[in-house]
């Protein structure tokens, strides 16, 4: 009797090792199903114990559920089952992948609340585009408009100011003082006004004229203050100021600071028998003490010439060119 073929009995659930591979346990199990349905099918068409062409025969156990199939047939089966499962593992790592793509960069966002120092530097642009070209003529026409008035202490009208702007017109002016008999006057002065109005009301109360009136900077005796200068030209740190009248008078003598006061012992031939005090401000030209000489003197100041230490003294130089310290001698010779 010929021997039978040997028959190859393989387990539906072998499949699991396949699907485990992709790690999707839940296909597996449906490929499990699918397969057993198609053995149960095919079972009924070949019947249970013998096919009628002779082929092997499939066995199917209950307590066992080995499958037992022709080789060929089964093998394709298999290879059918792990490439569907395999196609189903791709589409949908695909569809999985699809999910976790990025959203897309232009999606607008959502703009967030302005800080508060936005607000502030948002809020003072706006006012300052307000402002109208009308208003902003207005007060450039009151700031060249504005007179320059002078505040001298109580008993003199006090200055006055231009329209308030917010404290844009005040921060041009700056207060100076003059000293003259120990009494201080006040000036409010714009940094660009002139010293032209200050030199004349100093010489109403000085009973001078504005010629004969002298202004130094208490810090910076050399520095002599000219009708023209402004406080930007001599700096707004040289605000307390000293005046006395070019005269020769006994008032102006009063009128000089002790720091700068300096004394000259004036001789005209006659020795030390001839000698004359004379005292002058280190801060005023030559000339003040020359003059104030010829007028004690009684002699013209046109026909004296002075000399310290055998040079000619030039009248419009102070007593620092030539070194000149307290109690020096100075010769005054006819010509």
Known sequence: MASKPAIKTYNPYAI??????????????QASAKAVAEVKAEQAK???NESK?????????D?????VCEESSSSSRSRGSRQDIEDDVESIEVKHKAKKKLLPVDIPVKKGRLSKAEKIQKAAGNRVESASKKQREKL?????????EICLGDEFPSVVEPPSTGGEAEVLKEQIMILWK??????NLFLSEPFCNVFEEMAKHMETTAERVLIFCNRDPSHTVNPLDTL????????????FRDDGSAEQQNSIPEAYRITFNVQSGGGAKGRTKVEADKRAPLRNFMVKYCQ???????????IFDGDRLNPGKKPENYDMDDGEIVDAQMV
């Open 46 to 48: 070949t019947g249970v």
């Open 53 to 61: 062409n002779g082929t092997p025969r499939v066995e199917i156990e």
């Open 232 to 243: 930007n030209d001599i700096g707004k740190e040289r605000v307390f100021l000293s005046a």
């Open 182 to 187: 120990h009494d201080r006057h006040k000036f």
């Open 140 to 148: 450039l026409q009151a700031l060249n408009d504005a007179e320059e």
């Open 296 to 306: 004690t003197a009684g002699i013209n100041f046109e026909n004296v010439v002075f």
């Open 63 to 67: 307590a066992e559920p080995d499958i």
């Open 16 to 29: 699991k090792k396949i699907v485990e591979k992709t790690s999707m346990k839940s296909l597996a199990a």
